[in-house]
């Protein structure tokens, strides 16, 4: 599917959130989740590929472009929206169940941002679990930010242990989840979820920077942490692009 060495951007491609009442709210991924660490990764001149499962266009939480939710910051809202706009990459991801040995071979990173899909789709993907173990077995870098870190529980629950049991990680933590408007309604908390699967779960004040690493897997807490999380990634990276990015 590509024969240039990539950075994989995984994003959700699920449409809704379903609560614990069962009722469903319109979800995607987070724009600040991916912005900033798409224009830092491009910063570095490696090729950038997105996927999804399935290869469905991934959709943007239109919470995270509303000015209410980043402080009433007009400026940021279009300055996302217009970023968002522009990824063209967004209309036609790469299927990743149909990712070859080829292509997992030639990538060599794996950066997962947040928003609410994740904890949907990416936390039961049997593509995401063959991902990340090939990630874990050639040494390939891999970071989540925020609700993204659910991506590492569809490497649990099967008859492998998952290789990230007993690793440091962080994500949008109990508290910040407990200060949003689906208080008591968050079909699980990932903070709990993670503990129970046997992660060693870090995290720092509520929305603040706050980013863990550990030998096998990099993750931030919150979209505060894009930024500091996706420099760790790229110290992790191969020091030389062998193909400039787009």
Same mark, same amino acid.
């Given at each position: 599917m590509?024969?240039?060495? #990539? @950075?994989l951007i995984l994003l959700s491609a699920a449409p809704y959130l379903r609560l614990n009442d069962g009722t469903e709210v319109a979800t995607g991924f987070w724009a600040e989740e991916l912005v900033i660490p798409w224009q830092m990764l491009r910063e570095t001149e490696w090729r950038l590929q997105i996927a999804t499962p399935g290869g469905v266009p991934p959709l943007v939480d239109a919470?995270?472009? =509303?000015?209410?939710t980043l402080g009433g910051d007009y400026n940021k809202a279009a300055y996302l929206c217009a970023a968002v706009r522009q990824m063209t990459d967004l209309r036609a991801p790469l299927d990743l169940d149909a990712l070859t /040995?080829? %292509?997992? %071979?030639?990538? $060599? &990173? @794996? #950066? $997962?941002? /947040? +928003?609410? +899909?994740?904890?949907? %789709?990416?936390?039961?993907?049997? &593509? @995401? =679990?063959r991902l990340l173990r090939h990630c874990v077995s050639a040494a390939k870098p891999i970071a989540t930010l925020c609700h993204g870190t659910a991506a590492l529980l569809a490497t649990g629950g099967g008859a492998d242990r998952s290789p990230f049991c007993g690793q440091r990680v962080t994500c949008f933590s109990a508290a910040e989840e407990s200060a949003t408007s689906l208080t008591g309604r968050w079909p699980y908390t990932l903070e709990d979820r993670l503990r129970q699967e046997g992660f060693r779960v870090s995290t720092g004040a509520p929305w603040q920077s706050h980013i863990a690493t =550990? *030998?096998? $897997?990099l993750s931030g807490q919150n979209p505060a942490s894009a930024a500091a999380l996706t420099h760790?990634? $790229?110290? *992790?990276?191969p020091n030389t692009p062998t193909h400039k990015g787009k």
């Open positions: 590509t024969t240039q060495p #990539f @950075v919470e995270s472009l =509303d000015p209410a /040995g080829n %292509d997992l %071979d030639t990538l $060599i &990173g @794996v #950066f $997962i941002p /947040g +928003g609410n +899909g994740p904890l949907m %789709d990416l936390c039961q993907a049997p &593509g @995401v =679990d =550990d *030998r096998l $897997i760790a990634f $790229i110290q *992790r990276l």
